[in-house]
């Protein structure tokens, strides 16, 4: 199983690692312009409308409305928390991330450290 296997020391071996910082950047980016962003999330293709990048002790995470999974519409639109360092190959798309109706960005979840938030 190649995907439990650490990386060998050398950075352009590091495959299986997502770049953390990238996806950082790319969901800020995300966010500030209101699109969505497509990732691989525990080895299946997402579409997400990123609306928070935080980091809760001490990790960054991102609060997002999943509007695609493995290319079908989920059956009820929520929020939801997902983990930096469980998203691999985050790319930004073209689509706009519409906001959910019930994010609210004063919420106590982003006291620790709130990065980015979608304006409401």
């Known amino acids: 199983m190649q995907?439990?296997?650490t990386?060998?020391?050398?950075?352009?071996?590091?495959d299986s690692a997502p770049d953390i910082e990238q996806s950082v950047h790319m969901l800020g980016f995300a966010?500030?312009?209101?699109l969505c962003v497509r990732a691989v999330y525990n080895r299946g293709d997402v579409t997400l409308a990123p609306h928070a990048l935080f980091e809760r002790h001490g990790a960054p995470h991102v609060d997002a409305v999943v509007?695609?999974?493995?290319?079908?519409?989920?059956a009820e639109?929520?929020?939801g928390t997902f983990?930096?360092?469980?998203?691999r190959d985050v790319v930004?798309?073209?689509?706009p991330a519409r906001v959910f109706a019930g994010f609210d960005p004063n919420d106590e979840r982003y006291g620790e450290k709130l990065l980015a938030?979608?304006?409401?």
């Open 3 to 5: 995907q439990n296997q």
């Open 7 to 14: 990386s060998s020391g050398n950075p352009g071996q590091a």
């Open 31 to 34: 966010i500030a312009n209101k």
């Open 67 to 74: 509007h695609e999974r493995d290319g079908v519409a989920p």
């Open 77 to 79: 639109e929520k929020l």
């Open 83 to 87: 983990r930096l360092s469980g998203l």
């Open 92 to 95: 930004l798309t073209s689509e």
């Open 117 to 120: 938030a979608i304006a409401v």
